[in-house]
């Protein structure tokens, strides 16, 4: 089974008539479309309606003609096909998904005429709001006839594609979309879903997502939406989803055909062909059945500057789960990049390193073999020998990969900068704020932060440290926030869709931006940063609660607009590393240094911050 089907395996379990279970909210039941053609024949535009759920759901059809136009032999396996003569309603789609569950035995071109049970399916399940595929199960299928043209593909492109993303959800359905009548001219969403299973092709476009481990990439139709210095598409508040991003995915097995490997910036060429498909991990998704050719633009990992002697740099960088069971190479690699793409700042706060087992579930809570391989590593690319310091969590308490126990660590350059241990820190001792000689101080370096709070419930607790740097305190907490895990996809079938995990971090935002304000009670002055992998947008909920009181600043936010990034998720560029700034420290250089994000080949999937400033 070729690679790309691994994420897909879900889609091909047993078809459920989702809404005849009460699964899909805001259901459809009957609508003009649902009456069958002026011969009593069920068209596929009949079965499709002018809704998001076929008003035919969980009905038999019989004889349902058309087209193949496309053949999927792995994962959710099954075709699609197309009536040739389409009625005269842009909102009813002229194709659909015929799920065989084994290997079809249709060929493109095909004429065909399919019996079955109309079903709508949810990929990931109802729970996870998303959207429904509208599909025929249980077919009987019989080719009429072969080598037929196919029906002419409706092009996507910037025109063609509305600039508003999605129609208000009905609150009379708990937001749900799915019962609005589709208006392919004004909503994004509404104008993929009309063309749900229908044969389309898209011209040259930009690449905005790289090619991932399963076959994917994401590509713009609108070269000018959003756009990024370096090629991307860039996400800049809940209100501009980027409507023109399109999943790419291929029909052809991996083993006939390997995927092309593209990084963002670079141009998926000629004409892509195929079904709009609709899948889980990614909303509409052309699946093509000719691929377009991939043209290189050459994009370079960027390099930041060194500090210079008066100036401390501090960065942060997710390692992705790094330990000792990973290759080497990881660990050069992600070396090499402190040294030579980071400078190698005085201070690096690194999320994500693994106890030293990883993710063996032992009990094992050390991380001292991860950090010293790592340490190693950067001195052999010629960085120097930085000192750390951490606290080892409770087993299985933060989150994360099961068994791995991720955490932060300081590493700092012990010569040019030094590190003030008090001693006592633990996993559930917190730290405070005191004064010395008239200054703020920690009681425990490293400390954790309020680690008994319940906004720290199964993910990372910050860890704090205190700093000399030329005589100058500076206090660092490194953070880890809870994951998106569990919020609703941007194609979910409520508009809004629901961000449940923003709940806890904002709570984890509360805590910290209390930390900073007692610090700051104690000395208006002292230097604080606040770094790490916050897990939100710089404009969201979550950094709101972190800056609260104006104690704290969003340094990403002194960049360009098309510059405020450092995580690319479905083909949009945007904010998950942060460093945030006491108001002491109100003259600094920042950098989002790009060299894994926007890259099919990745050393982690993000990308590293760094802060420059004179304490």
Known sequence: MPAASSRTTAVSAVVTAALAAGLLTGAATTSASASPSADGQVRIHDIQGATRISPLTGRQVSGVAGIVTGVRTYGSKGFWFQDPEPDADPATSEGIFVFTSSAPSVAVGDAVTVSGTVTEYVPGGAASGNQSLTQISRPTVAVVSSGNTLPAPVTISERSVPSRYAPAGDPAAGGSINALPLAPSRYA??????????????????????????????????????????????????????????????????????????????????????PLDFNQYGGYTLTARTLGTVTGKGLARETTRKQRNGELAVATYNVENLDPTDPQEKFDALAAAVVDNLAS?????????????????????????????????????????????????????????????????????????????????????????????????????PGRIDPANAAWTNSRKPLVGEFAFRGRTVFVVANHFASKGGDESIVSQHQPPARSSEVQRHAQAEVVNTFVKKLLSVQKNADVLVVGDINDFEFSGTTKALTAGGVLYPAVKSLPRQERYSYVYQGNTQVLDQILTSPSIDDFHYDSVHINAEFADQNSDHDPQVLRFRP
């Open 189 to 274: 969403l509404d104008y993929y879903e009309s063309l749900e299973g229908m044969n389309v092709r898209i011209g040259t476009s930009r690449v905005v997502g790289a090619t991932d481990p399963y076959a994917e990439l994401w590509v713009t139709v609108k070269p000018h939406e959003n756009a990024s210095r370096r090629g991307g598409t860039v996400y800049g508040s809940y209100t501009a989803q980027n409507t023109g991003r399109l999943q790419i995915q291929s029909l052809v097995p991996l083993a006939e055909q390997p995927f092309p490997t593209a990084d963002v910036g670079d141009v998926l060429s000629g004409t892509t062909e195929g």
């Open 345 to 445: 700042p005085d201070i690096v706060a690194l999320e994500e390193i693994q106890d030293d087992n990883g993710a063996k579930d032992d009990g094992t809570v050390s991380a001292d073999r991860t950090v010293k391989m790592f340490t190693d590593a950067i001195v052999a690319a010629g960085g120097p020998a930085y000192q750390w310091r951490s606290i080892d969590p409770e087993d299985k308490k933060d989150g994360g990969e099961p068994g791995g126990n991720i955490r932060q660590v300081f590493l700092f350059n012990p010569e040019r900068v030094s590190f003030t241990d008090r001693a006592g820190g633990d996993a559930t001792t917190a730290a405070d704020v005191v004064r010395q000689q008239g200054r703020a101080a920690l009681t425990l370096s």
